[in-house]
């Protein structure tokens, strides 16, 4: 479970906070690096405190449905990493905060789209994974789990936090677009698999994907099904998104770590 855009209590923001970090994103890079300046701000749990006081119903939340404060989201565990041993193996689930800076200011100049302008900062990947490494067996498999897709992070964050992903995020799933997609990523460092959560809130189409992952094969596959009105008003494989998902199923593969 991971925050999302509509979590955010905009009014327990303090003027100006949004402003200070889109005003660093948006200036010159230069020996003194702004961008490390998110990294000392998420390292320093009195900052965190503050800023996040936005997130504080969702922390309720959390700590309500869990019942458990070890599994509820704070300012200090801003992300979660939870561990699952199945058939042997160990599986890590990471649970990314990008939407700590989806804010809009009363500042004319900030009253712009969200696209581009959020951070999940690379001090937050980098702990989230250490913790994840900790006191464990080593992962077979990590699936992370983040509100918004990676492409609407700022820039400078996206090149930072790429640096750091390749080396724990074999799945990832995403929602916040309201519509369905699957990517397979790859680079020479890193092959991952995308997917966004479905379409659960338009009124006129939803999909939904089910998917399913062998940890002896590392062979996944996934049902892909939509309800859509220029197909029909029942749900049917979701052939509209996917032309060549024969019978709403796509096939892939992870290389499973161990």
């Known amino acids: 479970m991971v925050p999302g855009n509509h979590d955010i209590d905009r009014d327990a923001i303090k003027p100006g906070h949004a402003s200070y970090f889109w005003d660093l994103l948006e200036a010159p890079e230069g020996v003194d690096d702004k961008y490390d300046r998110v990294n000392m701000f998420l390292r320093d749990g009195v900052e965190r405190a503050s800023f996040f006081s936005g997130l504080g119903n969702f922390c309720q939340f959390t700590h309500d449905f869990y019942g458990d404060s070890r599994l509820a989201f704070d300012h200090d565990a801003y992300y979660s990493v939870r561990s699952i041993d199945k058939d042997g193996r160990h599986i890590v689930v990471m649970g990314l905060n990008s939407a700590w800076l989806s804010l809009k200011e009363d500042d004319p100049k900030h009253q712009v789209g969200q696209q581009g302008r959020l951070l999940l900062g690379e ?3 980098c ?3 250490n913790k994840a490494l900790q006191g ?3 992962p ?3 699936i ?3 509100h918004h897709p990676i492409y609407w992070l700022a820039e400078k964050d996206i090149h930072r936090v790429q ?3 390749p080396r724990f995020c074999d799945l990832l799933l995403h929602g916040h677009l309201h519509c369905p997609s699957y ?3 790859t680079t020479p460092d890193w092959r991952v698999h995308e997917f966004a959560a479905g379409a659960s809130w338009k009124e006129s189409w939803h999909a939904y994907n089910l998917v399913k992952l062998s940890l002896d094969s590392g062979f996944g596959s996934a049902i892909v099904q939509c309800q859509h009105p220029q197909l029909s008003v029942d749900w049917r494989p979701d052939t509209y998104t996917y032309h060549h998902a024969k019978n709403g199923r796509i096939r892939w593969k992870v ?3 161990a």
């Open 255 to 257: 290389k499973l770590r």
């Open 183 to 185: 990517f397979a990523q």
């Open 127 to 129: 702990d989230a994974e």
């Open 123 to 125: 001090q937050q990947v």
């Open 136 to 138: 464990g067996p080593n």
């Open 140 to 142: 077979c498999l990590f």
């Open 163 to 165: 640096q750091h992903l």
């Open 144 to 146: 992370v789990l983040i």
